[in-house]
Structures are given as C-alpha cells and as structure tokens.
C-alpha cells in the first residue's frame, strides 16, 4: 500500500530556513510526479510545488516561486521541500502527495498525514 | 480567495441527498478535469472522485461528480454520519499553470 510519510517541521523565525523530507514507499516512486500542497490552520487547500518523476521539472505556485524548491532522491525513495525566506503567512500543515495517473500535475492520489511548519518570532 | 469557488458549507439529515457546487472558469474547470477530495475531521485529504466523474477503488457509489461548462458538482445520496467533512474541489488552471482549489465546503450531516 502508498505510504508517504512527512518530516521535517517545526517552529521557525520570519526569514529562517526549514527542509521537509517525503519518505515514499508502496509504489514505484520514479516513476511518479510528486506534490506538496499546504494547509494554513483552519484553511483551505494551497498547492504549492510539483517535480517530474525523474527531476527534470518543477512549478510553484506563485505565493512560493523563488523562496521554495522542490526536490527529489529518487534512489532514496524521497522528496523533500527547501523553504527559504520564511513569512508567517507560511505557517500551514504541508502534504506530500503523489501525483494521479496520466498527467501527474493535475491531481492527488495519495497524501501524507502532514507536517506542522509554524513561521514565528 | 479561491480561484474556484464553492459554498462554505451544506447540511443533510441521514439517508438524505446533497450536492456541493464548485464555480470556475474557461481556464480550469471550463478546459480540464475536475477533482474532489474529502478530508474528514483531522485527517489528511483523500482523493474522492477523479476527471470530473470517475471513482477511485473503494470510494462508495454513493459518490458522484458531474461537469457542465465553467461548474462543477458532488452529489452524496444516502447521506451517511461518518460523511460529515470538508469537501474540496479542484483542476488544473492553464492562466496559472498549476492546481487550484475551491475554498472547501464544510458537510453537516444533522
């Protein structure tokens, strides 16, 4: 069965740095897109960034595009997210999903339980 | 603000029908598969329906999803207790080359 499982957050100061990691496991994950998408508390839904399967591109949403990087290990099963430049309006749970057959970008079809990040002085 | 959007909540009694709707526009919904995903109470998102009508093993029939133009709905028939969640839907926008998400619809099943 898919698992993917988050690591990585915690509390952080505006401007600071912080790298999730994705641990995947249940599928052939080189040969899946994946995803992170976000979920500020009490919220809605944010994707935030998605890489090919082998690495050779990634996109961002606008609110993360030159702060955050999406990466990925595939000979390690995975997929981690740099932040830098960290604001408050960062505060959110992040999910790592995999991405749903055909094309990749377009959906989830399985999500991880979420990592707490907390941007705050 | 959501680029698409959806009511903030809905509400049901038991063995009831409901259906959320989901408003976009030409450059999501009205060019590209619709999504829905569930997210009960302190859990993550599960993916609940795929390219606008197709059900993921294991989801109940219960569950349907419909397109029509720039608008999307889910219908839920047999309204069931454990139903009771957040629903979201979702599609890939061409103007901002990624995923985007209603706001969520919060189910009450009374």
């Known amino acids: 069965q898919v698992q993917l499982v988050e690591s990585g957050g915690g509390v952080v100061q505006p401007g600071g740095s912080l790298r999730l990691s994705c641990a995947a496991s249940?599928?052939?994950?080189?040969?899946?897109?994946m995803h992170w998408v976000r979920q500020a508390p009490g919220k809605g839904l944010e994707w935030v960034a998605f890489?090919?399967?082998?690495?050779?591109?990634?996109i961002y949403g606008d609110s993360v595009k030159g702060r955050f990087t999406i990466s990925r290990d595939n000979s390690k099963n995975t997929l981690y997210l740099q932040m830098n430049s960290l604001r408050t309006e960062d505060t959110a749970i992040y999910y790592c999903?995999?991405?749903?057959?055909?094309?990749?970008?377009?959906?989830?079809?399985?999500w991880g339980q979420g990592t707490l990040v907390t941007v705050s002085s | 603000q959501s680029v698409l959007t959806q009511p903030p909540s809905a509400s049901g009694t038991p063995g009831q029908r409901v259906t959320i709707s989901c408003s976009g526009s030409?450059?999501?919904?009205?060019?590209?598969?619709v999504y829905w995903y569930q997210q009960l109470p302190g859990t993550a998102p599960k993916l609940l329906i795929y390219?606008?009508?197709q059900r993921p093993s294991g989801v109940p029939d219960r569950f349907s999803g419909s397109r029509s133009g720039t608008s999307a709905s889910l219908a839920i028939s047999g309204l069931r207790s454990e139903d009771e969640a957040d629903y979201y839907c979702?599609?890939?926008?061409?103007?901002?080359?990624?995923?985007?998400f209603g706001g969520g619809t919060k189910l009450t099943v009374l």
């Open positions: 999903a995999k991405g749903g057959g055909g094309d990749q970008r377009e959906f989830f079809d399985y």
């Open positions: 030409s450059s999501n919904i009205g060019s590209n598969y």
């Open positions: 390219r606008n009508n």
């Open positions: 979702a599609a890939w926008d061409d103007s901002l080359s990624g995923p985007v």
């Open positions: 890489i090919w399967f082998d690495g050779s591109n990634k």
């Open positions: 249940g599928f052939t994950f080189s040969s899946y897109g």
